[in-house]
């Protein structure tokens, strides 16, 4: 895995910490553990999916859902890494 830069400069984990060995137990099968690495995997995982098809299906809208994936995502991300630090 690829240290995070910010953690050895810094000190503390980026709000992305955690993704890549999330990432690595999702290719795995361990969903559950996936989720408890970083609970931001799922919704990332689906705002990439719809993210390829608007790219692939041009005939489809997908921008009303690929928002609503960002902003869960993004909620996602920040309630977890406001929580590491509790």
């Not at 990439?48 to 996602?76: E, M, P, Y």
């Amino acid at each position: 895995m690829l240290p995070c830069i910010n953690k050895q400069l810094f000190g503390f984990e980026c709000p992305g910490c955690g993704l890549q060995r999330a990432a690595a137990l999702l290719f795995k099968g361990d969903f559950a553990g996936a989720f408890e690495m970083y609970p931001a995997i799922y919704p990332l995982c689906f705002l990439f999916v719809f993210l390829f098809l608007d790219v692939l299906w041009k005939k489809r809208n997908f921008s009303g859902i690929t928002a609503g994936l960002a902003t869960i995502s993004t909620v996602f991300i920040l309630c977890n890494y406001i929580l590491k630090f509790l």
